[in-house]
C-alpha cells in the first residue's frame, strides 16, 4: 500500500476553499494536476454527507458530514449549512466536535433554530452510540426504523437548539435513557421525543415557543404505556400522535434481561403490537386495532390525516423476527373517522412496498413484483382511496425493470422514481394517467432523487467516474430534467481533482449463450492502447444488484487503477438494470450462467488486447464471494482469488443463515430436503477438489447473512488439498466488515495478495501497512475543522 504523505493527508481532509456555487458542473474550479494515485486510506479518509434537510422556506439546507474516528471505530458527524441559491461558496460549518457525533437535524416551523441529536456531553465511555450511519429526522415526521422500539439515537444522545446564523448550541433535553426519536409538530407548537428504557420508551413533548426564547422548560411526558412506544407519527393537524405498542409484556422477560440472563432464544415467541392514538388534548389512548392475526409495522397517514396505511405483519411466531418477516405481511388501510380497517392484499411470500397516498389524499398506492409473483420486477398499484374492496390498476407494465413509488407530483398525476437501466441509476417518471414511463434526466452516472414533502424541494445525489457523491438541489420536478438548472450544494472532497484517476466506461460483450452482457471496466492510470495489463475481476453481491458509473466502485476499483490493474466489474445473469428476463434467467442453475457471462467478459478483454491473461485475479463479497468460490472449483485461468462472505454449502447454509426464500428460488424454488441432489449440485463444496488458485478467505465472525462456518468449511478443505490459502475474521456481527479499520486491513492484505500471486511483486501481507496509520488521527480531527 502507497502511504500518504502527512502534509498531503492534512491537506487533502481539510479541503480546499469552498467552490463557487451554481451550476452543476462535475467540478467548478480549475482542476490541479493530479499527481499521485489513489490509495486504501484515501478510501476511508472520504468524507460521506448526509442527512440534507431544507428550511421551511428552502432557502436553507442543513446537512451532515461525516470523518472516520478512528479510535472510536466509527465515523463522527458534524452539521454544516448552505444557501440553496448560492451553492457551495455559501457553506457555513455550524458544529465543531472533533470526538462527538452530531446528527439528525430539523428545522422548527418557522426556520429559526434547528434542533439535532448529539452525544457531546456524554461521557466518553458511555453506552448507546449508534454510530453516524444514523439517518435524518425530517421536518414534521421522525425517522421510522422497521423494527418496533429501534431508533436513530441512544442512551448518550441528547437533543440541542442551534440558530442557523451561529452561536453556541443549547442542550433542551437531560433524558436519563437519551433520546431515539424526534419530531416537531405541523403547527409548530409541540417538540415531542422519544425516551426510556428500552422496550419502555414514551413520548415526551417540549413547547416549541419557550424553546425559542431561551427559557429552561420542562418537558411533559405524554404516554405512560406499560409496554413502551415503538414506531410513531404525528398527525398533519397536529392534534394526535399515532403509535405502535405491544399489547402485553412479560415481566420476568424483561426481569431475566435485566439480571443479565443474556441467552437467546430463536423465533421466540413475542406479543402482538397494536396501532393506537394519542389525543394531544385529553392525553386520552385509543386502540385502532385489534386483530392479532397480525402485528402493526410500518405505516403511513394521508395528507388530510382522514386514512393511515399500515403493513400487517403475520403474527405466526416462525414468520416473525426473521430478516423476511416483511414478506410474510400484508397492507391495510383504516378510515380514521369511522375506525373501519380494509385489507388490500392477500399475498403469501411477496412483500410489497409500504402505502403511499397521493398530496391531495384521493389515490393510495404501492409496488409489488409484477402480477404479485415473487422474484418479478415491480409495479405500481393505484386505486382511489375510498373505493372500498375496488380492484387495484396495475401501471408500468411496459417498463422493463422496477417501477416504484417515490414521491408524487404536486398535481398527483406523475410519480417519481429512481431506478437502475443498465450501468446508470437514473429518475424515471410514470405518468398515472397515461400509463406510460418516461425517463428524466440522462446521465452516465449514479443519480437519486428525493423530494422533501414540506418544500416540494427536489435533493439530488450524484455521483460519476470523476465525481465522488454530491448534493444538488432543484426548486421543483420541472427543473429536474435541466441540468443546468441544478445548484451544487456540496464539495466533501475536493482533493479528489489531485489524484489520477483511470477511465472507466461501461463495455458491452457477447456471452457463451449469445446473450449481450454489460458491465464497467476501469483502466489502469496512464493506460496505453496495445499494452497489456493485469486484471482484478470485481464481482458484486447480491445478486440482484448491478455495478454502475459511479466513483471508485468494484471494491476500490481506483486504487488497484492506479497501480497499473485493470477492473472488470461485471453485471453478470441475475444482475438488476437489465431486464426481467435477465434477473431470472438463472433460476434453478445459480451459477452456470454467470459463470460464462463472467468469463466472456474476461475474454473479451484479453481479445482487445487490454489484459494479460497471465495476471489475473479474482475477487468479491456476498454473492460476489458465492462466484468467486465457484470460480475457483471450475477454473484455474486466475493466479490468484479473494473471496468475502461466500457460500461453499447451500444445504449447511440454509439454516445458518438469516435469509432463506431468495435462496430457495434461486436454486430451483424447492426445499433441499426435497431436491438435495439440486442444491449439492449447485454448491462450490461439490466441485472443491478442483481447486487450484492461491484463495484469501474473508468473513465477519458472526455475519448473520452468510455465516463464518461457511468460509470454515472452504479454508479447511483448502488446507487439506493443499492449495495456498489465508483465512481472516474480522469481530462484528453484520454482513460487512464494521470497523474502518478492519475495513482497511481487509483491503490491505487482498492487494497484497494480488501483488504477490498475480504480479509476483512484494509480499503477501505486512501489519506495519496498517499499523502506520494509527498516526493519522489527530491530523484528521484537526483538518476536519476547514468547511467542505
Request: proline share 6%; glycine share 10%.
Amino acid at each position: 500500500m502507497m502511504a500518504v504523505p502527512r502534509l498531503l493527508l492534512l491537506a487533502t481532509l481539510a479541503g480546499a476553499a469552498p467552490m463557487q456555487a451554481g451550476t452543476a458542473q462535475a467540478t467548478t474550479t480549475a482542476a490541479p494536476t493530479a499527481t499521485r494515485p489513489m490509495t486504501w486510506l484515501d478510501m476511508q479518509n472520504m468524507r460521506q454527507v448526509g442527512s440534507p434537510t431544507p428550511s421551511p422556506d428552502g432557502k436553507w439546507m442543513l446537512y451532515t458530514v461525516s470523518v472516520p474516528d478512528w479510535k472510536e471505530a466509527r465515523r463522527q458527524n458534524d452539521i454544516y449549512v448552505v444557501s440553496t441559491a448560492q451553492g457551495v461558496a455559501s457553506t457555513r460549518r455550524l458544529t465543531f466536535t472533533a470526538d462527538k457525533n452530531e446528527t439528525a437535524p430539523a428545522w422548527s416551523r418557522d426556520g429559526k433554530f434547528f434542533v439535532f441529536l448529539s452525544d457531546r456531553d456524554a461521557p466518553r465511555d458511555a453506552g448507546g452510540s449508534r454510530g453516524s450511519s444514523l439517518p435524518t429526522s425530517g421536518p414534521g415526521a421522525p425517522y421510522f426504523p422497521p423494527a418496533v422500539g429501534g431508533g436513530i439515537g441512544g442512551a448518550s444522545y441528547q437533543l440541542y437548539l442551534m440558530r442557523p446564523d451561529g452561536g453556541e448550541a443549547r442542550k433542551i433535553t437531560d433524558a436519563k435513557d437519551g433520546v431515539t426519536t424526534f419530531a416537531f409538530s405541523k403547527d409548530g407548537a409541540w417538540l415531542i421525543y422519544r425516551s426510556g428504557p428500552v422496550t419502555q420508551e414514551q413520548l415526551h413533548a417540549l413547547p416549541v415557543a419557550a424553546l425559542a426564547d431561551g427559557d429552561s422548560v420542562r418537558p411533559t411526558q405524554l404516554t405512560r404505556h406499560p409496554n413502551g412506544i415503538g414506531l410513531w407519527r404525528l398527525s398533519p393537524d397536529a392534534k394526535r400522535v399515532y403509535f405502535v405498542t405491544a399489547d402485553t409484556t412479560d415481566p420476568d422477560e424483561r426481569l431475566r434481561l435485566e439480571k443479565r440472563f443474556d441467552v437467546r432464544v430463536r423465533n421466540a415467541e413475542v406479543p402482538v403490537s397494536s396501532l393506537w392514538a394519542l389525543d394531544l388534548d385529553t392525553k386520552r389512548t385509543t386502540r385502532l386495532t385489534r386483530d392479532t392475526s397480525y402485528s402493526v409495522g410500518e405505516f403511513d397517514i394521508s395528507p388530510d390525516g382522514r386514512w393511515i396505511g399500515f403493513r400487517g405483519l403475520s403474527s405466526n411466531r416462525y414468520d416473525r423476527n426473521i430478516l423476511e418477516q416483511n414478506i410474510n405481511g400484508d397492507l391495510y388501510l383504516l378510515e380514521v373517522a369511522s375506525g373501519q380497517i380494509e385489507r388490500i392484499t392477500k399475498n403469501t411470500e411477496i412483500g410489497e412496498s409500504t402505502v403511499s397516498f397521493s398530496p391531495d389524499s384521493r389515490r393510495v398506492a404501492f409496488s409489488a413484483p409484477d402480477d404479485f409473483v415473487f422474484m418479478n420486477n415491480s409495479k405500481v398499484y393505484l386505486r382511489d382511496v375510498g373505493a372500498r374492496g375496488a380492484p387495484f390498476r396495475k401501471l408500468g407494465a411496459g417498463f422493463d425493470g422496477d417501477v416504484t413509488v417515490g414521491f408524487w407530483s404536486k398535481d398527483g398525476n406523475t410519480i417519481y422514481f429512481n431506478e437502475g437501466v443498465k450501468a446508470t441509476n437514473q429518475v424515471l417518471a410514470l405518468d398515472v394517467a397515461a400509463n406510460t414511463v418516461r425517463p428524466v434526466i440522462a446521465e452516465q452516472a449514479s443519480v437519486s432523487v428525493n423530494q422533501d414533502d414540506e418544500t416540494g424541494r427536489l435533493i439530488i445525489s450524484y455521483a460519476d467516474p470523476r465525481t465522488p457523491p454530491t448534493l444538488y438541489t432543484v426548486p421543483s420536478a420541472r427543473e429536474l430534467g435541466t441540468r443546468s438548472a441544478w445548484t451544487r450544494l456540496t464539495d466533501a472532497n475536493p482533493w479528489v481533482q489531485q489524484v489520477a484517476l483511470g477511465d472507466e466506461q461501461e463495455i458491452t460483450w457477447t456471452s457463451a449463450d449469445g446473450r449481450k452482457v454489460g458491465g464497467i471496466l476501469v483502466k489502469p492510470v496512464g493506460y496505453q492502447a496495445g499494452k497489456r495489463y493485469p486484471l482484478i475481476v470485481a464481482i458484486h453481491g447480491g445478486p440482484a444488484a448491478a455495478d454502475v458509473l459511479g466513483f471508485n466502485g468494484g471494491y476500490g476499483s481506483q486504487v488497484y487503477a492506479g497501480a497499473g490493474y485493470a477492473v472488470l466489474m461485471p453485471n453478470y445473469r441475475n444482475s438488476t438494470n437489465y431486464g426481467q428476463r435477465f434477473k431470472v434467467e438463472s433460476q434453478g442453475d445459480y451459477f452456470t450462467k454467470g459463470y460464462q457471462d463472467i468469463m466472456a467478459g474476461v475474454d473479451h478483454l484479453i481479445a482487445q488486447g487490454i489484459v494479460d491473461s497471465t495476471q489475473m485475479g479474482v475477487l468479491g463479497w456476498s454473492a460476489g464471494g458465492h462466484w468467486s468460490n465457484w470460480i475457483l472449483t471450475h477454473t484455474d485461468r486466475f493466479k490468484a482469488i479473494s473471496t468475502g462472505a461466500g457460500v461453499f454449502n447451500w444445504i449447511s447454509m440454509y439454516g445458518q443463515s438469516d435469509t432463506q426464500r431468495g435462496r430457495q428460488w434461486y436454486l430451483g424454488n424447492k426445499l433441499y430436503y426435497d431436491d438435495m441432489e439440486a442444491w449439492w449440485r449447485q454448491s462450490p463444496a461439490a466441485y472443491i477438489k478442483n481447486a487450484k488458485t492461491p484463495t484469501m478467505i474473508h468473513v465477519v465472525d458472526n455475519d448473520p447473512r452468510v455465516p463464518r462456518p461457511q468460509s470454515e468449511e472452504l479454508h479447511m478443505a483448502l488446507k487439506r488439498l493443499g492449495v495456498p490459502t489465508e483465512f481472516y475474521v474480522y469481530p462484528g456481527n453484520t454482513h460487512g466488515i464494521p470497523d474502518p479499520r478492519n475495513q482497511l486491513v481487509k483491503a490491505t492484505a487482498e492487494m497484497a495478495w494480488m501483488d504477490y500471486w498475480v504480479r509476483h511483486s512484494g509480499r503477501k501481507f505486512a501489519w506495519r501497512d496498517v499499523l502506520k496509520t494509527l498516526d493519522e488521527p489527530r491530523e484528521l480531527k484537526t483538518a476536519a475543522t476547514a468547511a467542505p
